[in-house]
């Protein structure tokens, strides 16, 4: 009877000597400096920003401070690798892991962390929040999407500073439609984001077809006037002879319309300029001071039709600039 207590006994301390190695060996893993890594990369990817503020250390006067959440991840990132760890010192590590899209933007990233009290064992905590600054600009405009949100510099062209969380994708772009430009891409903290990233923007077809439709418009009623120098426009002719008939005009050449990046004298950024060259004609019949005889005639005039794009949250505003000087 003694030996079967003794052999149970034994047992009954083999089982637990293993269940304290397995609680020992959990907690280790629940609080090494891979597992905070790695529990971070997963909020991320995750897009649970609670708990990737939570594990960076942000409270709610730092959020207050920083103007809001750091953004997050804007891309769907299925790669989260923990590839090494170093020891510093007796309460530093550096932990180096991998992080991205894969096949598009994976990048390797690197986490300080520092040695904390957890009872008796040790967890590891972010030396510091890992967030990052990245300036973003549109080319000569205003308003620009960031991760999916609307961010507005002070002028046209100026840097809208951002913060987000690394090393989470940045992506901005435009959302106007009357505007195009392929969306740019950096993640923050890596090289990628070091310098301002600029989204080149170009007309979209849609402006395109308005402005060439304004122009056509205001060609329509310049050639509707059936005399010699039409108001307000420019093109017009000078007859040393005495007109016998009204002139009529027509569009022979249609207008090739080109709209103008940057920013042309008089115009204020986010503004394009519009120049539509074009060629007309004029019919008439005159007669000739002279000898008195009446002839018929058509002339062609070369012009340039210039104008102004204005781009709002209300749309875009054509405007059609006076001629300047009008060929006689």
Not at 22 to 50: F, G, I, K, N, W
Request: glycine share 10%; net charge negative.
């Amino acid at each position: 009877m003694a030996r079967r207590g003794m052999l149970w006994g034994g047992i009954v301390a083999a089982s637990v000597a293993v269940a304290a190695l397995s609680v020992t060996a959990a907690v280790a893993d629940a609080t090494s400096p891979e597992r905070t890594v790695r529990d971070y990369l997963a909020a991320l990817a995750s897009d649970d920003l609670a708990t990737a503020a939570a594990l960076s250390g942000l409270d709610a006067a730092d959020l207050d401070r920083l103007g809001g959440m750091p953004l997050g991840d804007a891309g769907t990132s299925d790669v989260a690798d923990i590839v090494d760890v170093i020891e510093l010192g007796p309460r530093t590590r550096i932990v180096t892991a991998r992080y991205g899209e894969r096949g598009v933007d994976v990048v390797p990233v690197t986490f300080e962390l520092e040695a904390a009290p957890f009872g008796p064992f040790t967890r590891w905590v972010l030396s510091g929040p890992p967030l990052a600054e990245v300036t973003v600009a549109a080319d000569g405009h205003v308003e620009v999407v960031v991760n999916g949100m609307p961010r507005s510099a002070e002028r046209g062209g100026g840097a809208i500073h951002v913060v987000g969380f690394v090393p989470a994708r940045l992506e901005a772009r435009i959302a106007s439609p009357f505007l195009d430009g392929a969306p740019v891409r950096a993640r923050f903290g890596t090289a990628s984001a070091a310098d301002a990233l600029v989204v080149e923007v170009a007309p979209s077809a849609r402006l395109q077809r308005a402005v060439e439709r304004e122009v056509e418009a205001f060609l329509d009623d310049c050639v509707a006037q059936r005399v010699l120098q039409p108001a307000g426009c420019p093109f017009g002719i000078t007859v040393p002879d005495r007109v016998v008939e009204p002139p009529q005009w027509r569009v022979s050449v249609p207008p090739v319309v080109t709209l103008v990046p940057g920013r042309p004298a008089g115009l204020v950024a986010g503004e394009w300029g519009i120049e539509a060259g074009v060629t007309v004609r004029v019919a008439l019949r005159v007669q000739r001071l002279i000898d008195g005889k009446i002839e018929d005639r058509d002339e062609a005039a070369v012009a340039v039709v210039r104008g102004s794009v204005a781009l709002d949250d209300e749309g875009a505003t054509i405007t059609i600039a006076p001629p300047e000087d009008v060929p006689g």
